[in-house]
């Protein structure tokens, strides 16, 4: 009969593996959306963005997220959008 609680190195294992992936996305995420704001708004005027500005911001900084994960398809795991090795 197949025990229907994963053991210890499995929990183990896949908080490491989720801890590895969620650093990654974080730190992809601020360097992208600080791209997108250095791109919509321009660094000297980045603290006085408009509305307009801001959302061009935030699709900026989606289409950024979004290359990474097809950018981390074709270089990394296959079904996963990070590039962390095992995830």
Do not use: C, Q
Request: glycine fraction near 10%.
């Amino acid at each position: 009969m197949t025990d229907i609680f994963p053991t210890p190195d499995t929990v183990l294992k896949t908080a490491k593996t989720y801890g590895r992936d969620l650093a990654e996305r974080t730190l992809a995420t601020a360097v992208v959306a600080a791209g997108g704001v250095a791109i919509a708004a321009g660094p000297a005027d980045m603290f006085h963005a408009s509305f307009w500005e801001t959302m061009a911001t935030a699709g900026i900084a989606a289409a950024g997220t979004v290359i990474k994960g097809m950018l981390a398809r074709a270089f990394g795991t296959r079904n996963s959008a990070s590039l962390a090795k095992g995830v």
